[in-house]
């Protein structure tokens, strides 16, 4: 098969995928609508059988690396828990999952790590489909959840863990308060997201806005926060000790956009498996993947990275930094 027919056999899927995309506007309505997007796309598999049981970005190194797709996933876990100085903490360490998925990340992070392990999703399909998926000796268990008002007392867990969940949520301050109200004091935040470029100090240009507007309702999105401004509403908890630190790993997850269409490519058997409609379906999300893959590319969007210590505001004193660089 020659380079040129498989080009034009990218472009002729391309464009029935920007047809589709053109046809069938979304936007984002409610938390609801949140849980039936993932709710459907769990229940047709489509979404597993591409991306694996990890539905988030990979890792690829800096400068980046050529990995396989589903291989960079877990790599991202791991360096999310070696990023996250999580990787010394003992066995037995309880850790919360805001946004869990089908659990792939809880999984590896309770059998490799030893955690005790509690992933939540506003998805009740996810929750069924990460249980399913679960073997019995892995000490991770699943459970419905609105990470807008989590279900838990106050100081239930010494870490909590979150990817790629931010960007669901409309009100950016109540979820940062949340992730850190449930955190035990001396506990660890660790947090993955997609974010915007921080507006306040470049506005965005007469192609950014629309495409912006294109990401958010594409796919439930309320809005993105920036790095610099999640961090200032994780600071404005009164619930960090010191300081909230703060990565860009926008550059060790670019890979991953192209990655996700060629899926589509190298596993023919999803047409097949979910016919027509399921192809349909999944070219339909190409568009919107190429347009991450330019904003990210641009420096429209980030992937920012968040750390921060819980601090003991019960008994109004703050951990020390030495007690800080210690847990780091």
């Not at 059988?49 to 291989?71: M, N, Q, T």
């Amino acid at each position: 098969m020659s380079l040129s027919y498989v080009i034009g056999i990218l472009v002729f899927l391309l464009i029935i995928g920007i047809a589709v995309y053109l046809l069938t506007a979304r936007s984002y309505q409610s938390a609801d609508s949140v849980a039936n997007s993932y709710d459907q796309w769990t229940e047709d598999g489509i979404l597993e059988f591409y991306w694996g049981e990890h539905i988030h970005l990979g890792h690829y190194g800096s400068p980046s690396k050529s990995k396989e797709f589903i291989a960079a996933k877990y790599d991202f876990v791991d360096e999310m828990v070696s990023w996250g100085g999580l990787d010394k903490l003992p066995s037995g360490t309880t850790l919360l999952d805001v946004g869990c998925g089908i659990g792939g990340s809880s999984r590896i992070l309770a059998k490799d790590y030893g955690f005790d392990v509690t992933g939540v999703t506003i998805s009740p399909q996810q929750v069924a489909r990460a249980q399913e998926l679960t073997p019995p000796d892995v000490n991770a268990k699943f459970q419905v959840d609105d990470a807008m008002a989590l279900s838990f007392p106050d100081a239930s867990f010494d870490v909590v863990w979150s990817v790629e969940a931010g960007p669901h949520m409309p009100d950016k301050a109540v979820f940062a308060r949340e992730l850190l109200r449930v955190l035990k004091p001396g506990g660890i935040l660790v947090v993955a997201d997609w974010n915007q470029r921080d507006d306040r100090q470049k506005p965005l240009n007469f192609w950014e806005k629309p495409v912006m507007r294109q990401l958010l309702d594409q796919w439930s999105h309320p809005e993105f926060s920036s790095i610099e401004g999640f961090s200032e509403r994780l600071v404005e908890t009164g619930l960090v000790a010191g300081e909230v630190i703060t990565a860009d790993w926008t550059q060790e997850t670019l890979p991953s956009w192209f990655d996700s269409i060629w899926q589509g490519i190298v596993k023919p058997k999803g047409l097949v498996m979910f016919g027509f409609s399921g192809f349909i379906k999944s070219l339909r999300e190409v568009p919107t993947i190429l347009l991450m893959r330019l904003a990210f590319g641009a420096g429209l969007c980030r992937f920012g990275m968040f750390r921060a210590i819980r601090a003991d505001v019960a008994s109004e004193s703050q951990v020390t930094q030495d007690e800080v660089a210690q847990l780091r």
